[in-house]
């Protein structure tokens, strides 16, 4: 399989982690399982290369190629097909597969507001912000930070993680790579307790934003 990815999106780290979650860690730091069947694409989006628009024509990242030739796009899409695939927990666990969703939708709501913020002012400048859009994804932003606040603390932050678990802790580490004047921290210390728990784990730690 073939992942198209940069080291900058925060929806092709969701699944970089997610091929690293689902990948046995064996004796000699020899990975075994997903990690050995995926060959990680570095690429820019923004340049329309020419094999990522193969796997994905709306030029995005990430893009999956799998092993028979299909091409996937859209970082949770992906997220449940490696899920099923790789060997260990499964991340999408059927026990708590409502509550691994809705955190999966908030943190998407949160990086796709981030992640815009980030593009609108990169093409369109920082005044980008004051527009109507610009004012909803700011105000979009403090909602579900406050709703993330309310609902997760460390107590919640398990030995093991759900694709949910993922998505937040990524958009919350987007936010301070690219956004860090929001100060989400600083603002819901128990959020960053959490976050600090999930985040510390090694398939955080080896796809740190750079
Ligand atoms: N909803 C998509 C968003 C993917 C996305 O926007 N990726 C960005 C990089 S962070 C990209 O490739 N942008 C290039 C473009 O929009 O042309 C997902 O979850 O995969």
């Known amino acids: 399989m073939e992942l198209f990815l940069n080291a900058t999106s925060p929806y092709a780290r969701l699944v970089r982690i997610v091929v690293l979650e689902k990948t046995v860690l064996e004796k000699a730091a020899l990975e075994k399982g997903l ?15 020419a094999a990522l628009l193969a796997a994905n024509p709306a030029g995005r990242i990430p893009a999956l190629m799998t092993d028979d030739g299909t091409t996937l796009s859209e970082s949770l899409l992906i997220a449940v097909y490696l899920d099923g695939l790789g060997r260990r927990e499964p991340l999408i666990p059927p026990a708590y597969l409502a509550r691994t969703l809705h955190f999966a939708g908030l943190g998407q709501a949160l990086m ?43 107590s919640q932050a398990s030995s093991s993680i759900t694709l949910g678990d993922i998505v937040v802790a990524v958009a919350l580490d987007y936010l301070t790579f690219r956004l860090p004047e929001v100060s989400w921290a600083e603002q819901h210390p128990r959020l960053a307790q959490w976050h600090h728990r999930v985040s510390a784990r090694q398939s955080f730690v080896q796809t740190a934003f750079q």
Request: net charge negative; glycine share 4%.
């Open 35 to 49: 990690a050995e069947a995926v060959t990680l694409r570095w690429c820019d989006p923004w340049a329309d290369d």
């Open 112 to 154: 796709d507001a981030a992640f815009t913020t980030v593009i609108s002012r990169k093409h369109q400048g920082n005044e980008s912000d004051d527009s109507v859009l610009g004012q909803r994804r700011q105000r979009a932003i403090q909602r579900t930070l406050a709703r993330l606040a309310h609902e997760l603390d460390a």
